[in-house]
């Protein structure tokens, strides 16, 4: 089964490079606006990762030392971006940032212009949107490994807040924030759906969005090949860098534990602080979603039918995805689980290439090999599922693995003692244990798919949709409410398949 | 696990041929002719109530988008008819080998120039031109120099991907030449963002998004006409305004070659030509009978008209293009 995989793997993620490497050549033809792209997506990630973080410290400081009513709630809220489809997080902030949004008709009542939100600055907005909650989680997660006997002995030999900072919550910081920093960075590289809404002419251009430009506007496949290997050595290198720094799987939990801080005031002006920090941040994160729910709900009826199928074939995608991410993750840790063998190592290094990968890299590499032998639109849906599988794939893995690692390491003796192998260990040991994960990890899987915007734009035509290209048709058409209902119902089809994974998961476990 | 992984591919291959007892005739066209209130559900049903058929229409994006979909699908397309390329394109889209001779008479056009393309026919053709409120911006810009010196906001469209983006990067280069790209630089802060498509940068514009967006002389009949507010107006620049011809050509390979051919005999009859002043905003290439709407003489005429014939522009794309990219990717 572990060559078997490889095998697979090898297909899905390292043939399209070879076949994108292959295409672009030697060719050093390097245009101003590639030149110019290479630059916005640079800097709109540096920006994007510098903002999310600062804006995430507060948060995360205010909510780790405090302990409120509804404090969990607030956590497990700040989960959600993750499954957020981007494209339902950009709707959702042009009804309120939006120059015909809440946020500007109240300006202008006491005279002030809301400035454009198209180009940079929408862009970074957009993505600190949606990476601040994942690094407050990741910084939580930081201040909750500060052993809380630290905190104590602090307090009784009466430490100073600035003492405590220093020594305690600094050390803490200096490991976790470039790494969250570089998290952030290397997911905005690879922005498509952000900046193909938010981005406003060759301007304010990432190179995935020039890939499609060049698939989409001249059909140039030389150009776009040539751009996706910038989009490799850019995502690849940073990757690399991340792997490094980056605890990956702790991205997938968040710890709800409040830490006792006996060295903070319960009552006074950093009390006021901490409250004020947090309702700012809820407003800020909650107020676009509750606008698209207030604002989509009545137009839920009268969404055009063709909303049906596109929802029809998204569901198709996410499901196949979170069954391939899922089924692979399962493969890859067991092969790697019966021993050091070649075919583990390769296995485990194939797994986590995607990160390196951009959808819309695999996506050209894809249709590079599929264009010659078979129309690209009639294999638009599978193709999707696929890369999609592949980019949720390293989540997976890294999800499944601590699990089944441990259920290893505990049962292992017991399990060969009673002579449990083969198929049989893994229906009555491994996938008990690792049910819950496997439930999780799926719905991860099938959330981001459900909302994916990246594939299914260069290979379908008009005539398979799915529900993400559906809302930015509309948006594109300038139907506003039925695009704002469109992403309503696709909020919900995305939390409802997360849920139902998860729950599967879950049940009696 | 591999079979599981096919099993799931296989499982979304969903091929989607409807088996239709009238021949279906797919038209290939931009967004907003087909929106309810374009030209698409009018011209759809008098066709239908002549030729036995099923029209379907096909959006793929705006005008340009339209000739790269054409591309990229290439032999494999399902296209029969594409429609709504301009003047500026059918050279590039002749080169694709895609399109047929139309094998019609063209004469007897209300164009301001003589046809003689004997691979597309013309269906409308207008002025582009920055459409502004007047009730907002009392004072507009005649020329592009004013334009980029006035802190007006504008928003315009792509060139790759839009036929008017691509008739603005014309018209400035027909009226500045060499000085093209030095205009680029100075209306670099002016352009609030740059659509993909018309219908985006219309839609953005009403919203409020911009003072002034690019679109067509004829563009204020709609609101005088349909919506009966005349402070909509188009800014008469002292250049001449670039012309825009919109034309429609049948698709080498098409296996409906007939109905084609009478469909496009069919753009140059009233029941096309009648509906085109109103729903979408242009002048007809060949007036109906009943001559132009009300309201159309409200509209300003250039007094320089400015157009480079198919050759001409396609040469001039490119370098255009490259002025354009350079001077806004700043």
């Known amino acids: ?65 405090r302990q409120f009513w509804g404090r969990n709630a607030i956590i497990t809220l700040l989960g959600a971006p993750f499954i957020l489809p981007v494209i339902v997080a950009v709707i959702a902030l042009l009804t309120i940032f939006g120059q015909g949004g809440i946020l500007a008709r109240y300006l202008a009542e006491i005279g002030f212009n809301l400035p454009s939100i198209y180009g940079l600055s929408g862009v970074v907005l957009a993505h600190v949107f949606l990476n601040v909650p994942l690094v407050t989680r990741y910084l939580l997660q930081g201040w909750n490994d500060i052993p809380a006997e630290h905190f104590r002995l602090a307090a009784s030999l009466g430490f100073s807040a600035r003492d405590t900072f220093r020594l305690l919550e600094l050390p803490m910081l200096r490991a976790t ?101 947090v309702a700012v941040a809820v407003v800020f994160f909650m107020a676009p979603l509750l606008s698209i729910v207030v604002r989509g709900a009545p137009h839920l009826p009268d969404l055009p039918s063709s909303i049906w199928l596109a929802s029809l074939n998204s569901l198709l995608v996410a499901l196949a995805a979170a069954l391939m ?32 990968l951009s959808p819309l890299v695999l996506g050209t590499g894809l249709f590079l090999a599929i264009n010659p032998y078979i129309d690209p639109r009639d294999v638009a849906l599978p193709v999707a599922a696929t890369v999609n599988a592949a980019v949720t794939l390293p989540f997976a893995v890294g999800i499944l693995h601590p699990v089944l690692l441990r259920t290893e390491s505990q049962y292992a ?70 695009a704002v209902a469109a992403s309503l119902w696709l909020l919900l089809l995305s939390l409802f398949v997360f849920w139902v994974f998860d729950w599967w998961g879950r049940r009696d476990a | 696990m591999r079979h599981s992984i096919l099993a799931a591919g296989l499982a979304l291959t969903i091929g989607t041929p409807a088996l239709a007892q009238t021949p279906v005739l797919t038209v290939y066209t931009y967004d907003s002719f087909v929106t309810d209130w374009g030209p698409g559900p009018a011209v759809e049903e008098a066709f239908e109530a002549t030729c036995n058929c099923d029209l379907e229409f096909v959006a793929a994006g705006d005008g340009a988008a339209l000739l790269a979909r054409l591309r990229l699908e290439g032999a494999r397309t399902d296209a029969d008819v594409v429609l709504g390329l301009d003047t500026n394109l059918t050279a590039a889209a002749r080169e694709t080998g895609l399109i047929a001779p139309h094998g019609l008479s063209a004469d007897d056009l209300d164009l301001p120039i003589a046809w003689e393309d004997d691979a597309f026919l013309p269906f409308d053709w207008g002025y582009f031109a920055f459409v502004y409120d007047s009730s907002k911006t009392p004072e507009a810009p ?189």
Request: proline content about 5%.
């Open chain 1, 1 to 65: 089964m572990g060559w078997g995989l490889v095998l697979a793997l090898t297909l899905i993620v390292i043939a399209p490079v070879i076949v994108v490497a292959w295409q672009a050549g030697v060719s050093t033809d390097i245009r101003p606006e590639d030149i110019a792209a290479i630059r916005f997506t640079v800097t709109q990630a540096i920006l994007s990762a510098l903002v999310s973080v600062i804006v995430a410290l507060p948060i995360a400081r205010a909510l780790a030392r």
């Open chain 1, 177 to 277: 924030l470039p790494a969250a920093a570089l998290a952030v960075f290397l997911i905005c590289t690879t922005s498509f759906a952000v900046a193909l809404t938010m981005g406003g002419g060759p301007r304010a251009t990432t190179i995935e969005l020039a890939i499609f430009q060049a698939f989409r506007f001249d059909f140039d496949l030389a150009r776009a090949s040539q751009l996706a290997l910038f989009q490799l050595l850019l995502t690849g290198v940073t990757a690399l860098v991340a792997f490094r720094v980056l605890r990956l799987a702790s991205f997938g939990g968040g710890s709800g534990r409040p830490l006792s801080r006996p060295d903070i005031p319960k009552s006074g002006g950093l009390v006021v602080l901490d409250a004020t920090v």
């Open chain 1, 325 to 356: 991410a899922v089924l692979g993750a399962l493969g890859v840790v067991l092969a790697a689980a019966y021993g050091a063998t070649v075919a583990g190592t390769t296995l485990r290094i194939l797994a986590y290439l995607p990160l390196a």
């Open chain 1, 413 to 482: 003796n017991l399990a060969d003692s009673v002579g449990l192998t083969g198929w049989s260990r893994f229906r009555d040991l491994y996938f008990p244990a690792s049910r819950p994960a496997l439930g999780f990890s799926a719905g991860l899987a099938a959330a981001l798919s459900i909302g994916d915007l990246s594939v299914i734009a260069l290979f379908t035509g008009a005539d398979v949709t799915t529900l993400p290209m559906q809302v930015y048709r509309l948006m594109g058409a300038y139907r506003m409410e039925d």
């Open chain 2, 142 to 330: 005649s020329n592009f120099r004013d334009l980029a010196q006035s802190d007006t906001k504008i928003i315009i469209q792509d060139p790759r991907s839009s036929t008017p983006g691509l008739g603005l990067l014309l018209w400035v280069k027909a009226a500045y030449g060499e000085d093209a790209a030095e205009v680029w630089q100075d209306l670099s802060d002016n352009i609030v963002t740059v659509t993909k498509g018309w219908s985006e940068a219309y839609g953005l514009f009403l919203e409020g998004e911009s003072d002034m967006v690019l679109s067509y002389t004829t563009s204020p009949a709609y609101h005088l006409i349909a919506e009966e507010d005349p402070t909509k107006a188009a800014a008469a620049f002292d250049e001449g305004h670039y012309m825009q011809i919109e034309v429609a050509g049948i698709v080498e390979g098409s296996d409906q070659t007939d109905l084609a051919k009478s469909f496009l005999e069919f753009i140059l009859s009233d029941g096309f030509q009648g509906v085109i002043p109103t729903t979408n905003w242009m002048y007809p290439a060949k007036v109906a009978s009943d001559g132009l709407p009300d309201g159309f003489e409200t509209l300003i005429t250039p007094e320089t008209s400015l157009i480079f014939d198919p050759s001409e522009a396609a040469m001039k794309r490119d370098v255009a293009l490259a002025e354009w990219l350079s001077a806004l990717s700043q």
